[in-house]
Every structure is written in C-alpha cells, then in structure tokens.
C-alpha cells in the first residue's frame, strides 16, 4: 500500500502558532517520502484563535505557486472549513469558492458559531456531554447538522468524523456516497469502532487517508490509519489516495 497524496496538512497560517510551518517545508517533506501531490487545509475563518485570516489567501497561493516551482509537488489551495450552526452551515461565503481546490469540513470547539443556540448545542453540548454514550437528542442533531452541511456545500472531505461530535455514522456515509464526499480517517485520531468502520465500508463510502499535519515533518505520517486498514481489510479500492490520486468535485458554489 502506496500513499500518493495528504490532504490535510496546516501551516503557519493555522494562527497563533497551531501550524508550525511554510507551505514550502510541507511540499518538501512529501517531496522526500514519495507523495505525489498534497493540499494546504489551514483552519477555517471562524475558528476563534486558529483560523486563516481571509486576507492572507493572496500570500498562501503565492506561496504554492513557489513551493511547486521549488519541489515539483502537486499543491492544492483548501481550507478545513468549521461547521457553525445546527443547519448545517459551515465558515466558507460564496465568493471563497474562487480560491478553492479543495473543501475538507469538520466539526471544532472554540469557533464563531452562527447563533448562541448552536453554540449551546454544538459546541458545549459536546464539550461537556458524554463522547461515549451521547443522548438520543444531542446524537440526533449532531447528525443532522453534517447531512445539512453535506446537502448544502460541494464538501470533499470529511475531516475527523465523530471526534468531539458523536454522529450516525452509518447515516453521514450514506449521504457521504450519495454526494461524492470522503470520510477521512485521520492519522492523529480515530474516533470510529472496528464496526462502524467496516459497516460504512460495506455502505459502499469511499474513504481518504490524511495526516492531519501539524509540523512540516508529519505530512504523510500515515500508520495508524494504514495499520487499521490493514488489519480490518478494508478494500483498498474504497480508499482514494493508496496506489492511486483521488478525483475532487469540479462543482463549485453553494447550494
């Protein structure tokens, strides 16, 4: 199993020191273990203390366009979008589309959310709820929250499913299939069963593999995800970026 491609990496424009380093750093490292391509996901608008600034986009894509000039890699122009609000809004406006290659959306605690209602249910509800045997409710909305976002938006990624967020994942990768989106199993942490894993492979989902890269050094460190695969015999034809590049949605724009 060959991994050819990491799709969600930060850099320093992950603020106050979240994304240790340049673009460049990144697209070196994937350069000297073999992959093929990455994708520059820095946190969305509406994290309180990580998020890109919108005005420091101009300066990302100046620096893909070097950091490819100088290594030779296949860089894509992302943002690992928040979800903000029970109805499935996420922290991306219409006019960001523009500068997307690529969409990854997760659910993250210290965000701007859309309301106090969806803060109360989004964010505290979770931080302080049980993430083992969540109430039939907050289950409830939670899932509800990723199929809206998921009806709504041209999401590729699925970052991180289930973490901090309890869902139906059986649920999510039903309309995961049915969009086209990616459920990411995330080299830093996986918060799915043995079962929810092989039932949302038999669901027909095509999964994608990321480092979720914090430091330049952890672009394409890959072996939890790879070690699971592998002893669950997940079939390598459902994961997008082993021995193979994934295709992302050409369609652009909100629904």
């Given at each position: 199993m060959v991994l050819f491609g990491d799709y969600h990496t930060h850099t320093k424009y992950s603020r106050n020191n979240h994304g240790k380093g340049t673009v460049l750093e990144n697209a070196s490292v994937a350069v000297n273990k073999g992959l093929k391509q990455i994708a520059i996901t820095d946190h969305g608008f509406n994290h309180i203390f990580y998020g890109i600034r919108r005005r420091d986009i101009a300066s990302v894509k100046e620096d893909i366009l070097n950091a490819k000039e100088v290594t030779?890699?296949?860089?894509l122009l992302g943002v690992e979008a928040n979800l903000i609000s029970l109805d499935g809004k996420i922290d991306v406006n219409?006019?960001?589309?523009?500068?997307?290659?690529?969409l990854l959306m997760g659910k993250h605690d210290m965000v701007k959310t859309q309301s106090l209602k969806d803060w109360n249910s989004?964010?505290?509800?979770?931080?302080?709820g049980s993430p083992f045997a969540p109430s039939k409710q907050r289950?409830?909305?939670?899932?509800?929250?990723?199929?809206?976002?998921?009806?709504k938006y041209p999401i590729d990624i699925i970052t991180h499913l289930n973490v901090n967020c309890p869902t139906d994942t059986l649920a999510v990768a039903r309309?995961?299939?049915e969009?086209?989106?990616?459920i990411e199993i995330n080299g830093k942490r996986i918060a799915f069963t043995d079962k929810e894993l092989l039932t949302m492979a038999e669901e027909g989902v095509k999964f994608i593999v990321n480092s979720d890269a914090h430091q330049p050094e952890m672009v394409g460190e890959c072996n939890k995800?790879?070690?699971?695969?592998f002893r669950l015999g997940l079939p390598i034809s459902q994961i997008v970026n082993i021995d193979k590049l994934p295709k992302f949605s050409s369609k652009r724009g909100i629904n």
């Open positions: 030779g890699v296949d860089i219409e006019e960001d589309f523009e500068f997307l290659d690529i989004l964010i505290a509800a979770n931080l302080f289950l409830n909305k939670n899932t509800t929250a990723y199929l809206k976002a998921l009806d309309m995961a299939r969009k086209g989106t990616y995800p790879m070690d699971l695969i």
